[in-house]
T-cell receptor
Framework: AQSVTQLGSHVSVSEGALVLLRCNYS??????LFWYVQYPNQGLQLLLK??????LVKGINGFEAEFKKSETSFHLTKPSAHMSDAAEYFC????????????????FGTGTSLTVIP | EAGVAQSPRYKIIEKRQSVAFWCNPI?????LYWYQQILGQGPKLLIQ????????DSQLPKDRFSAERLKGVDSTLKIQPAKLEDSAVYLC??????????FGSGTRLTVV
């Protein structure tokens, strides 16, 4: 069974500083990995995803994440934090089986709340 | 492309009352999901539909929760009777056969 661990439920960074949000997963099959962002009173928005191919994945708003199989990690980074990045971030793993036509089931981490300090 | 529509946005009810949430997925998305997100936690899958059939409802508290997806399009999630611990945001999502969901804005339920 898949599971996701997000280290640090709250992260604070100064505006312009590096953002690093940590995610580790466990999966019995090659995983598909995702980062979602949730702004207050809104649904989840996909930031980026890793399915196959290049392990460094670039997403929206300047975020990127690197899939490291040996470390079972998929940490999210952004070189320079902006005030608008303050939100809740969720890492998720999918158990989609290649060739399946029944869609994905996602397992979410408990989230990391990012605060950006002016 | 229109997004996933959910209504209502907010609902406050007393315990033991019933409540229903509605979701209209993105046109053409065969798979529809209902998630429950309790404050401070990640979303938890309640039920997954493929067209109008149930793929997974293993985490749906069937003694009080029910869901249907008539004609493989819109879906309704019902709680009857509600308990205090049902206070949460209920998120609907839909997907094609790719590797990402589109989520609706959710319905925030408060049970008092």
């Amino acid at each position: 069974a898949q599971s996701v661990t997000q280290l640090g439920s709250h992260v604070s960074v100064s505006e312009g500083a590096l953002v690093l949000l940590r995610c580790n997963y466990s999966s019995s099959v090659p995983p598909y990995l995702f980062w979602y962002v949730q702004y207050p009173n809104q649904g989840l928005q996909l930031l980026l995803k890793y399915t196959t191919g290049a392990t460094l994945v670039k997403g929206i708003n300047g975020f990127e994440a690197e899939f490291k199989k040996s470390e079972t990690s998929f940490h999210l980074t952004k070189p320079s934090a902006h005030m608008s990045d303050a939100a809740e971030y969720f890492c998720a793993v999918s158990d989609r089986v290649p060739g399946s036509n029944t869609g994905n089931q996602f397992y979410f981490g408990t989230g990391t709340s990012l605060t950006v300090i002016p | 492309e229109a997004g996933v529509a959910q209504s209502p946005r907010y609902k406050i009810i007393e315990k033991r009352q019933s409540v229903a949430f509605w979701c209209n997925p993105i046109s053409g998305h065969a798979t529809l999901y209902w998630y429950q997100q309790i404050l401070g936690q990640g979303p938890k899958l309640l039920i997954q539909f493929q067209n109008n059939g149930v793929v997974d409802d293993s985490q749906l508290p069937k003694d009080r929760f029910s869901a249907e997806r008539l004609k493989g399009v819109d879906s309704t999630l019902k709680i009857q009777p509600a308990k205090l611990e049902d206070s949460a945001v209920y998120l609907c999502a839909s997907s094609l056969q790719d590797y990402g969901y589109t989520f609706g804005s959710g319905t925030r339920l408060t049970v008092v």
